[in-house]
């Protein structure tokens, strides 16, 4: 689920309240909400529907922000038995897992097809 006060995806409890704490760095091995990744990595997962996505991080613009700090952010990953497959991080895209190599061509839905040659 989406949390516009965090920018992420993130787990809801059935009571639809957030799960807590919350570290968008922080990794569990299939013990979090996530399998294979982090809240960074995750929160990109909507290939079939960039410009829903976009919409809900204010537009374009600020979603192309939120993509360029996907690049920028600090590689680092939190947590207890963190995720072997979180690998060929820069920033926080990990190259070396497949489930995040169609974000860079999220930028060509955004009309901003060169960035995607620098990252």
Excluded at 2 to 15: I, K, N, V, Y
Excluded at 16 to 31: A, E, I, L, V
Aim: hydrophobic content about 30%.
């Amino acid at each position: 689920m989406f949390d516009p006060s965090t920018g992420f995806m993130r787990g809801r409890l059935a009571d639809g309240s957030w799960r807590t704490p919350f570290d968008p760095y922080s990794s569990g091995h299939r013990r979090d909400d996530f399998c294979e990744g982090n809240a960074w990595q995750w929160s990109f997962s909507v290939a079939h529907d960039v410009r829903g996505l976009a919409k809900l991080y204010g537009g374009n613009n600020k979603f192309c922000d939120k993509l360029d700090s996907l690049f920028k952010a600090s590689s680092k990953i939190a947590g207890k038995n963190a995720s072997g497959d979180i690998s060929g991080l820069i920033g926080q895209y990990a190259h070396g897992n497949e489930s995040g190599h169609h974000i860079v061509y999220m930028y060509n839905e955004l009309g901003e097809p060169k960035k995607r040659n620098v990252m």
